[in-house]
């Protein structure tokens, strides 16, 4: 009895051990934040994001909302039908203020085929406003609501089949800022992860129809940034200058997959974590989940191409979910020095090692054109070859060559195929400078070869030469 009854003090005791902090807070009663006026709400595609609210006060604000189904490219060269919120993946961003009451109009164009919604993570109300908002084609939808919780929040499509409608597309961001504005930075950009299911499996080309069966299995095809393998790369990746702070808000709309968002070669300085009120500081990878979102902040020291990836990193070299961030400016060698020192360390000794072979793919009917080869090409570069020969080919020094304007390249082409598909070690000699590293045999179909020599050959200063898969095949088969 006695123990009993001290068990029961313990328990009163840790119950009443509240400290005095924010758990015991009531929270802000934003309901009952008046408005001044009005205005339309600014919105962006991605990867821009409209301008900050800073200091105004909380108005009614006009949202227009279309939605369109429409054909584009999940990677190059494969097709897609999307269905999109303002002709976007994601849709369009969407950004307000807390005390905001918005009135949100919803259109469904004539030319779409089939009825839509809008659940607003950010909407306290039945359904984030999706019984509200469900609109056939032709019409349109207004409902209002106000803006209670600050964060950065997704919104979806919420139709049933739930799930086919978000894994064509239809996911977007709305961001709340609290009363006063987000802190400033220099440059903000709008990231959304999304996975994709096809029946062809990935970079199969042409129309690709959405595949139920691998969708239900969670095995996804494409897992990409802003709807497209590359959206975010090359001549569209992200810049900014040394010294400059950086804003990206990162949602993931699935349907199926988390992302472990990674940004290669730069630490978070802050995570807005889960895109609420909690800061987490000095982080590496962030989790964002199906249905979820995070604002990182980081502030950029040195020139670099930094790479986003969802670090579970086979989607990322495998899948598409890769961008880039091209940071210029000037060096800092405290900071980051490059290479001083580079010696020979191989203690698996020298053989080459190859990535496994899968299933050889089907031969194209048609070959493909020059350009077509160059697209293709670029593409496998990027998920192959990259990392080791860099962004513009110029390689890294003491490590692994360059290719732009590379002597050992644009002098023999069978050499550069032979490097490829079979791998390359011991000592070489590129522009006059020797090199010892090991590059492994590349498992590309004879077409992918073609493609990928060709983009190489015609980019950065080289001789234009265009490989054809008769020569690889040739090459292959020499011995
Ligand atoms: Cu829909």
Not at 57 to 64: D, F, G, R
Not at 171 to 182: D, M, Q, R, S, W
Not at 472 to 478: E, W
């Amino acid at each position: 009895m006695q123990t009993k009854i001290a068990f029961l003090l313990v328990l009163l005791l840790s119950g009443c051990n509240y400290s005095p902090d924010k758990n015991t807070k009531s929270h802000p009663r934003n309901d009952l934040i008046k408005t001044e006026g009005e205005m339309v709400a600014e919105l962006t595609a991605p990867p821009n994001v409209p301008a900050p609210v800073g200091n105004r006060p909380a108005k009614k604000l006009k949202v227009e909302l279309e939605i369109v189904e429409r054909e584009s490219e999940l990677s190059d060269g494969v097709k897609y039908i999307f269905w999109t919120f303002g002709g976007s993946v994601p849709g369009s961003f969407i950004r307000g203020r807390v005390g905001d009451e918005v009135e949100f109009t919803l259109e469904n164009h004539p030319d779409n085929k089939l009825p839509h919604n809008i659940d607003l993570h950010a909407v306290t109300g039945q359904g984030g406003g999706a019984e509200a908002s469900f609109v056939a084609p032709g019409h349109k939808k207004t409902f209002t609501f106000k803006l209670i919780n600050p964060g950065l929040y997704v919104y979806h499509c919420a139709t049933a089949p739930v799930g086919m409608h978000i894994a064509n597309g239809m996911y977007g961001l709305i961001l709340v800022e609290p009363e006063g504005g987000l802190p400033p930075v220099d440059r903000e950009y709008y990231v959304m992860q999304g996975d994709f299911y096809t029946k062809g499996n990935y970079g199969d080309p042409g129309l690709q129809p959405f595949d139920m069966q691998k969708a239900i299995a969670e095995h996804a095809d494409y897992v990409v940034f802003n709807g497209k393998v590359g959206a975010l790369t090359g001549d569209k990746a992200l810049t900014a200058k040394v010294g400059e702070t950086v804003r990206l808000f990162v949602g993931n709309g699935g349907p199926n997959i988390v992302s472990s968002f990674h940004v290669i070669g730069e630490v978070f300085d802050k995570v807005y974590v889960e895109g609420g009120d909690l800061i987490n500081e000095n982080i590496q990878t962030t989790l964002i989940p199906a249905g979820g979102a995070a604002i990182v902040d980081f502030r950029v020291e040195v020139p670099s191409t930094l790479i986003l990836v969802d670090h579970s990193i086979f989607r990322a070299f495998n899948k598409g979910a890769l961008g880039m961030l091209k940071v210029s400016g000037d060096r800092n060698d405290k900071v980051f020095s490059g290479e001083v020192l580079s010696g020979i360390y191989r203690p698996e000794g020298n053989v080459i090692q190859e990535i496994s072979p899968s299933e050889p793919k089907p031969v194209r009917a048609v070959a493909l054109s020059k350009a077509e080869k160059i697209k293709l090409g670029q593409q496998i570069y990027d998920r192959s070859c990259f990392a080791c020969h860099q962004p513009d080919g110029q390689g890294l020094p003491n490590a692994f060559p360059p290719l732009a304007k590379a002597d050992y390249l644009n002098e023999d082409v069978d050499r550069a195929i032979a490097a490829v598909i079979r791998g390359l070690s011991g000592e070489i000699t590129v522009n006059g400078k020797k090199y010892h590293s090991v590059m492994p045999a590349q498992v590309l179909t004879d077409e992918e070869t073609a493609s990928v020599l060709t983009y190489i050959y015609n980019s950065w200063g080289n001789n234009g030469t265009e490989v054809t898969p008769e020569m690889v095949s040739k090459i292959r088969n020499s011995k």
